[in-house]
T-cell receptor, first 113, second 111 residues
Framework: AQSVTQLGSHVSVSEGALVLLRCNYS??????LFWYVQYPNQGLQLLLK??????LVKGINGFEAEFKKSETSFHLTKPSAHMSDAAEYFC???????????FGAGTRLTVKP | NAGVTQTPKFQVLKTGQSMTLQCAQD?????MSWYRQDPGMGLRLIHY???????DQGEVPNGYNVSRSTTEDFPLRLLSAAPSQTSVYFC??????????FGEGSRLTVL
């Protein structure tokens, strides 16, 4: 079965600094990859997704992620953190035609003023 | 835009009690699912459905039942609640591109 590993349960950055959240996946076939964000006491909402088109994917709120097959990675980045980016971020993987989307354990992003 | 609606938002149960978490979506999505979220474990799939009359087990199905009589509704039943089922539960539906749309969650405490 497919799986994802998120490196770092907590990441802290200063406002204006680079945000880098790491995600590695395991899959026997080309995967679909997703990043979701969860704000306190809310459900998850999609930031961006990779479904075998362009390897550099741009999402909402200035986030982007690059699919690197050789590294089995799908890291999330944002050039300049904003206070409003403080949230929990989840990487997820599914396979085409498969009904089981697997989520990572999540990374909590803190943004310091 | 209603999207995915879950009720109740909060519930406290005693061990052995039963309850149903309700989920409804108005996007005409065939696929619906239930996840539970626990600290440090991300979201784990409990049950899912690919259409009315069809359900299947996910990663952690034990202790939960589901049914899908209509496209819109996908209730999750706990027949005999246990403290290990204390969690936050999310219902989600999925569109044809694979994107999941989540409800706001139901926080369940079992004493």
């Amino acid at each position: 079965a497919q799986s994802v590993t998120q490196l770092g349960s907590h990441v802290s950055v200063s406002e204006g600094a680079l945000v880098l959240l790491r995600c590695n996946y395991s899959s026997s076939v080309p995967p679909y990859l997703f990043w979701y964000v969860q704000y306190p006491n809310q459900g998850l909402q999609l930031l961006l997704k990779y479904t075998s088109a362009a390897t550099l994917v741009k999402g909402i709120n200035g986030f982007e992620a690059e699919f690197k097959k050789s590294e089995t990675s799908f890291h999330l980045t944002k050039p300049s953190a904003h206070m409003s980016d403080a949230a929990e971020y989840f990487c997820a993987v599914s396979l085409q035609g498969n009904n089981d989307m697997r989520f990572g354990a999540g990374t909590r992003l803190t943004v310091k003023p | 835009n209603a999207g995915v609606t879950q009720t109740p938002k909060f519930q406290v149960l005693k061990t052995g009690q039963s309850m149903t978490l309700q989920c409804a979506q108005d996007m005409n999505h065939e696929y619906m699912s239930w996840y539970r979220q626990d600290p440090g474990m991300g979201l784990r799939l409990i049950h899912y459905s690919v259409g009315a009359g069809i359900t299947d087990q996910g990663e952690v199905p034990n202790g939960y039942n589901v049914s899908r009589s209509t496209t819109e509704d996908f209730p999750l039943r706990l027949l005999s609640a246990a403290p290990s089922q204390t969690s936050v539960y999310f219902c989600a539906s999925r569109d044809t591109t694979g994107e999941l749309f989540f409800g706001e969650g139901s926080r369940l405490t079992v004493l």
